[in-house]
Every structure is written in structure tokens, then in C-alpha cells.
């Protein structure tokens, strides 16, 4: 069986079980329509720009980074909770992985695309323009956030997850730059290889 296929079967998994009773219908639609929005843009792009299988294993792990956001929502993840509880922490931290995941794993994507495309190949400027990309895709979310939350009242609560911390919004982005930065310095030649395969 083809990578591929096998993923593509992981991700159907995980979003079938994701929508198993989860809290509730509408904060599960807003935590996982970004995965299946990808899922549907990377089925149609496939032909045109296949990805490598490092830059899809990982669109796999976010989705299920989100699949578990929506079913819990991100402020009630059971093993959060539970560190929460251990570490006295204030509140549950679940939301930090996801918007770490949402600066890692689009690194890995726009970084790709910058190489392949040859619109930069390599340096300092590939490393900005990738953690550009990524804090950009970050502050859309956060505006995204917030003109749902806007629109559709209390509703919106969970799907925000604040958790009455003030500052949740600015941290939010600092973990999506940390994720890039992680990435740039952590997989770049992995990744690298990654590429030169294709």
C-alpha cells in the first residue's frame, strides 16, 4: 500500500472518530474545517505539486492535533488537564501544542515550496521568508478567531479558548513563530534530503 493511501486512510480515521460525540457540533467544525479544507486543496494539488512524504506525515499529525482540539476543545483535553492538575499550571496548555504545530508544520510546507518553486533556494532569506509565511498564517488565524467569535456570540467561547488569560491572542502567535523557528533549525536538512528524493 502507498504512503499515500495510508495516510489518506489515517486522516479519514482520525476525522470519523474526532466527530464521535464531541462537545459539541459547532466548536468541532471550527477546530477541524482547516484540516479538511487542506486534505481537500492537497487531493486537488497532488498531480500538480506532490508534496514530499516528510511535509505530508506531519499535515497528518497537525489534523490530528486538530481532530483532538475539536473533539475536547482545546481548553478541557483530558491529558492536559491532568498536567495542569500536576504542575498547578492555571490552565490547560493544549491550545500551545496546536498553535506550535501551526507555525511547525506550514514552515515545512512554505519552505518546500520556496526551494522547489526556486524562489529562493537556501540561507538567511529562505529562513525568513519561511517564518514570514508562518507568522503571517498565524495573525489570519487570530483575526479569523475573532470575527468568528464576533459573529456568532458566546457560541464562540470554546472555540476561542482564552481561558480568561489576557494575553492568550500575542502567545498564540509566539508559539506559531517558535514552531517555524524549530522547524528552520531542527529538520531543514532532513528536510532537505526529503526534497532532493523528489
Known sequence: ???NTILV???IIGLTASAINPHDYFTWILEVFPAILGFIFLVF???RFKLTNLAYSFLLIHSYILFIGGHYTYAEVPLYNLIKEIFHQSRNNYDKVG?????FIPAIVA???YIRKSIIKH???LSFL???TCATISVFYEFLEWFIAEASGQSA???LGTQGYVWDTQSDMLFACIGAISMILFLSKIHDKAISKI
Open 9 to 11: 486512510v489515517l486522516f
Open 45 to 47: 494539488t497532488h498531480k
Open 123 to 125: 540561507g538567511f532569506w
Open 1 to 3: 500500500m502507498k504512503t
Open 111 to 113: 519552505r518546500e515550496f
Open 130 to 132: 519561511t517564518l514570514c
Open 99 to 103: 498553535h506550535f504545530a501551526q507555525g
Open 157 to 159: 467561547e470554546a472555540f
